[in-house]
């Protein structure tokens, strides 16, 4: 039996009150040569959270279908999401102690908790890590650089393959060493430098996400990976969001089996074909999509058949996970992840160890 996971909520955002979702199907991949058939084939994408966590909490931008962020950051907590006007809308935004960092076309800017701009450094970064102290890593294609909230700036050699190839540790970076496969390079806010290796070199397509000696939390795709004492393990995701009741919930595939995770109760595994994806759960039963039908399943009856859902309305009634890379680094070794439902958006936390027998 595979154990808990320490699934919760970080933070809701409920559509009305000035921010309603987009909704868009995202078609046919271009210059696909399948012929299209009647009847839903593809789950409609909906306005999502693209979060990011830091000693000042999680903030996330608002992104539409298409990949367009709104000018807007979303200060998340269980009980008090807020939303702020950024002008321009921000390709990243990180959290401060006491408000927020974004990017844009123009560089990196420090705003107060209301979102009004203190100060701006005009630097190359495409990627933005929160560090300590209200500070934050920008990262350039092979430059990085630390900036605290004075404006004070240090530039740095990325010593990583790319920007995606570093994540936090610790106020510091540490990320796959560009010069040793299966190396991991620390970079510290005064420049001190670390090299250790994996127990086990990351793949191709991995980013990491947490990094120590101790412990490593990366992520490919739709797949987290952690590398610890006790081995390597591995979930991929298959859907996420809240239940009919309220509770955050999380589906994924361990060792072959797809368990599904609710906040306060047991993991329970889920008698489901391969590549089904969990779109919502209803006291003890779950909808699931399969890119060509939707049915509900019985959990008190793990071996029975599927019940087909009538068309329409359940699928667009579902929770979607659909950022493609949808894991990203929460606090200490926590993933975060988006979904996006018909009455808002989520962002949840799934706690790393304990995903062992």
Do not use: K
């Not at 009847?39 to 000042?56: E, F, I």
């Not at 560089?107 to 495409?126: F, H, K, N």
């Not at 595939?253 to 329970?268: E, F, I, K």
């Not at 894991?327 to 808002?344: K, N, Q, R, T």
């Amino acid at each position: 039996m595979v154990s808990d996971v320490g699934l919760r909520l970080v933070g809701a955002l409920a559509w009305g009150a000035g921010v309603e979702p987009r909704v868009g199907d995202p078609g046919p991949p271009p210059g696909a040569g399948a012929i299209e058939v009647p009847g839903r084939r593809r789950l409609p994408v909906r306005t999502r959270l693209d979060p990011a966590a830091g000693d000042g909490g999680v903030v996330a931008r608002l992104v539409d279908p298409g990949g367009d962020a709104r000018p807007l950051a979303v200060r998340l907590a269980p009980a008090d999401t807020a939303v702020v006007a950024v002008e321009p809308a921000p390709l990243a935004v990180v959290p401060a102690a006491d408000g927020l960092w974004t990017l844009d076309a123009d560089g990196v800017a420090a705003r107060d908790a209301g979102g009004s701009e203190r100060l701006r450094r005009d630097l190359p970064a495409v990627r933005l890590v929160a560090g300590p102290g209200g500070g934050v890593w920008a990262l350039g294609a092979d430059r990085c650089w630390w900036l605290t909230t004075d404006g004070d700036v240090t530039e740095y050699a990325a010593p990583w393959r790319d920007p995606s190839g570093a994540a936090g540790a610790g106020g510091a970076l540490a990320g796959w060493d560009r010069d040793r496969p299966g190396g991991v390079v620390l970079l510290g806010p005064g420049g001190e430098s670390e090299r250790w290796d994996l127990p086990d070199p990351a793949g191709p397509f991995e980013r990491p996400l947490r990094l120590d000696r101790t412990d490593a939390l990366s992520a490919a795709l739709r797949t987290l990976v952690y590398r610890g004492p006790g081995g390597e393990r591995a979930l991929t995701l298959a859907g996420a969001g809240r239940t009919a009741e309220g509770d955050p919930f999380l589906a994924g595939t361990v060792d072959g089996r797809t368990v599904l995770w609710r906040a306060g109760r047991g993991p329970q595994d889920l008698a489901l074909p391969e590549g089904e994806q969990v779109m919502a759960v209803a006291g003890d039963r779950v909808l699931t999509w399969s890119g060509a039908r939707a049915a509900w399943w019985p959990l008190d009856r793990p071996d029975a058949g599927p019940e087909p859902a009538p068309d329409g309305a359940p699928v667009d009634d579902g929770w979607a996970v659909t950022d493609p890379a949808p894991f990203v680094a929460g606090p200490e070794l926590a993933a975060l992840v988006a979904a996006s439902g018909p009455d808002g958006a989520v962002v949840l936390a799934l706690t790393w160890p304990p995903l062992a027998d």
